[in-house]
């Protein structure tokens, strides 16, 4: 039976994501069948651009309708909360949009909401599907890097000033905009949580993080360092350190096309091609994660074993720490949330 | 008037300083005239390798000698205070290897001197005076970076056990072996010092330092992120990202030979042939310091003007903090310093 997806917003990561869904020539049995979005036009033009069946004018309507399995929630961060409960309240599976939520309170209740009703959630961490880190996984696993005890990623774009990065009521802020990158490539590799952690940032006047360095120690000495930047881009690359030689995971390292191995080779990765443009780097690579909700909701599995609610509750309390450490607060951390 | 060296110590470093210095075609009448050493066969050994005429089986012997102007001190770090001295005392000119001393209070002991004896002394930062870096000076000066808000520089090597670096008597330790390179490039960049430093580091059993990640805060927002290590190889590299692009200075970022423009093309920076071979990368370009030593001599100056007093001073001071911030305390830090 097909798992049909209904799209949550109607903005620059919702097109990437279809886009890249439809371009693909295999869906696995998975179909784009609605888009939801508050302006009711800009949801029609989604739909017609993509060449989506049917438009609902509120999330509320296509949450409580028959006509979805599970929702690709690609709103703003201050809404992923609230999205991800309200489907997951009226029985869909979610995947939801990096960062999962703002705080660790709100992404431990989205996940105690989805455990009570056996549904699917999931942070739409798509590098964790990338072909690239699914090798780079092996190699880690086969001891091909020696001991791991060093690993560098930075990421640094330039989001303009009136992007909902740097607006606070938003869920702005670089560590949410582009943190969960760099913080899930060590969490990937050393499958622990740190054991202490050193920000250095600044802030934009609107009070959310402009940039930080964020050094992560973890037992017996490893480290890791990254540095993100939300007005200046960087050469967004991450490299790893084994004892026996290291590997660099090529601009965008979020979702790599080219890998430098341990032997100074090139590994490449290419992308599918796709209909219409895209807005992010390397967007076609946004189909691998359907493609693993789809297997796993089809297996009955409320969680991927590749990107658990533990990791994204390890990435949440990072997330907490870091913006702690440099002053940075939400309305929402002082609220509690009812799962 | 040939201006003659003399060679402290027949080591690596030492070794590496003339084969770069005798195979590089035009001296600018400079000789190395004589070496010393502790041990004499094995000064006699360098000299027959090298062609030097004069063999002393005494520092001491050598600074009170007629037969030299200046000398090269290639000795242990722990030695470098004493030796400076020495040949400052009796009237020698100095070019001393990295680190300068073992902390900013020799440092400005041995700078005192100098100006009291108006004798030349430099640290031979040899990265100043690569062909790569005075192109990025120029660059740096006609705004092609636009605003250099960011640098990242790392310089990991794997330092056997029994190498000096990890010896506290003889002044080891990852900041004083490797760290002068990393922190030598934002001070290039800058010409200003840091307003915050926070180092995360680790030390050996010895009670030196093995590893550190150290972060510099300048006015402005301007930041840069320093790794370096003494027992993993790392990627060494450095990148000075500027509102209008970056450059990287590849491997070995203390003396590139290619260096990545900001219009990603490459620049090559070719090292002169030479007849032995060397201990460490890129020694070629060590000659460069000599020649900048032997110009500045002839004009009648007591420093570099690229490679300043203030300069190392500035580099003496930051390495206490970091050491400071880390735990590592040495003898010398207890002493008071006559100049």
């Known amino acids: ?49 993509h060449g989506i069946p049917k438009v609902f004018d509120s999330y509320e309507a296509m949450a409580k309708s028959n006509d979805i399995d599970v929702a690709y929630i690609g709103s703003l961060n201050s809404e992923h909360y609230e999205l991800s409960i309200l489907f997951l309240e009226n029985g869909k599976h979610v995947l939801c949009e990096k960062p999962f939520c703002l705080n660790a309170k709100q992404t431990r209740s989205v996940i105690s909401l989805a455990k009570k009703k056996k549904l699917f959630v999931m942070e739409a961490v798509w590098t964790r599907f990338s072909p690239a880190y699914a090798d780079l996984e092996k190699d880690i696993k086969n001891g091909k890097l020696g001991d791991i005890k060093f690993i560098e990623a930075d990421f640094g774009i330039v989001s303009p000033d009136d992007r909902s990065t740097h607006i606070k009521e938003y869920g702005g802020g670089a560590i949410l905009d582009v943190g969960v990158y760099v913080l899930q490539l060590p969490q990937f590799v050393w499958k622990e949580d740190p054991k202490r952690i050193t920000t250095v940032g600044s802030l934009y006047d609107s009070g959310v993080d402009l940039t930080e360095t964020i050094i992560l120690e973890y037992e017996g000495g490893k ?32 979702f790599p096309h080219i890998v430098i191995d341990i032997d100074g080779s090139t590994k490449n990765y290419p992308l599918h091609s796709s209909k219409l443009p895209y807005n992010f780097t390397n967007s076609p690579g946004l189909v691998y994660q359907a493609l693993e909700v789809g297997r796993c909701i089809r297996a009955g599995l409320i969680e991927s074993p590749r990107m658990t609610h533990d990791e994204s509750m390890g990435l949440a309390l990072l997330e907490d720490i870091i913006r702690k450490q440099l002053g940075v607060h939400f309305d929402a951390d002082d609220k509690e949330y009812p799962w």
Do not use: C
């Open 223 to 254: 480290r890791a360092v990254l540095n993100i930047h939300t007005q200046q881009e960087f050469w967004n690359k991450a490299t790893i350190y084994g004892t026996k030689g290291h590997v660099t995971l090529e601009q965008p390292f979020q």
């Open 1 to 49: 039976m097909t798992l049909r997806w209904g799209i949550v917003t109607a903005g620059r990561i919702s097109h990437d994501f279809v886009n890249a869904f439809n371009s693909y020539p295999d869906k696995e049995d998975q179909e784009i069948v609605a888009v939801a979005a508050r302006n009711k036009s800009r949801a029609a033009d989604f739909a017609k651009t």
